[in-house]
């Protein structure tokens, strides 16, 4: 059986925490993918996977995101070759989606506030299916500019996404991560969405979103490699 070795230098996620969005309805996504990606990042680190096959898609799929037919070992390839010959502008630029959803994509990588650029989203008129792609977007990178956060005072409680529950930290009073503290793996996340959903929909998307957390993660933690992060400041 096909395989895909994973040949991708270790380094860390900090702890994922689930913080709403209030104003993104699709914040509960974000909240699954980069949960699922700490999972498999952590498997990865562990030394228990070191590659990829058809049974272990099945597997994160069946355990993490069970309402979903996982996806195929030949669209998992794609997504993967697709993200490694990449930047931000060409995947960007090379997406099937209008100038104004473009611009938006585009702002996400400056300093704007994610927040309010979802209410940008919302008062738009891009189509449906381009907002749902814009916002599953800014959800991704929401919540892990949330969960790479340093903070005060804590409080532990248990939250629910639509594929599973766990317990949390809350942080409150929030200080960003410099830009040295994850921004490529942010940016990846997002930029993986775009590309998996443009192979298969929203499904390839999650796919490509962890991929891209993964890969983003590797160019933190290798900052000569290159990578879309750059000087990158996001604000919640």
Do not use: H
């Not at 990829?52 to 037919?69: E, G, I, M, R, S």
């Not at 939250?159 to 009073?173: Q, S």
């Not at 499904?203 to 160019?219: D, P, Q, R, T």
């Not at 879309?228 to 919640?236: C, I, L, V």
Request: hydrophobic share 35%; glycine share 12%; charged share 15%.
């Amino acid at each position: 059986m096909k395989k895909i070795v994973l040949g991708l230098a270790a380094t860390v996620f900090l702890v994922t925490s689930s913080f709403g969005q209030s104003n993104n309805p699709y914040n509960s996504v974000g909240v699954d993918v980069v949960y699922v990606s700490k999972v498999i990042y952590k498997d990865f680190t562990d030394g228990k996977l070191k590659d990829v096959n058809q049974a272990t898609l099945d597997y994160y799929f069946k355990t993490y995101l069970p309402k979903y037919t996982p996806t195929t070992l030949a669209q998992f390839t794609q997504i993967f070759s697709e993200l490694k010959n990449a930047t931000n502008k060409t995947i960007i630029d090379g997406a099937k989606l209008s100038d104004e959803a473009k611009g938006f994509l585009n702002k996400s990588l400056t300093s704007y506030s994610i927040t309010t650029l979802v209410g940008d989203v919302l008062k738009s008129k891009l189509s449906v299916a381009e907002q749902e792609v814009v916002l599953t977007v800014l959800a991704i990178n929401y919540n892990l500019v949330k969960s790479n956060t340093a903070f005060k005072t804590t409080t532990t409680t248990t939250t629910k996404g639509p594929n599973v529950n766990y317990d949390v930290t809350i942080y409150p009073e929030p200080f960003l991560f410099s830009e040295s503290g994850g921004s490529n793996a942010a940016v990846w996340g997002g930029l993986g969405y775009i590309v998996g959903s443009a192979i298969c929909g929203p499904v390839c998307g999650y796919v490509g979103a962890s991929l891209g957390l993964v890969m983003g993660g590797y160019l933190d933690s290798n900052p000569r490699s290159g990578g879309g992060g750059g000087g990158w400041n996001p604000q919640p």
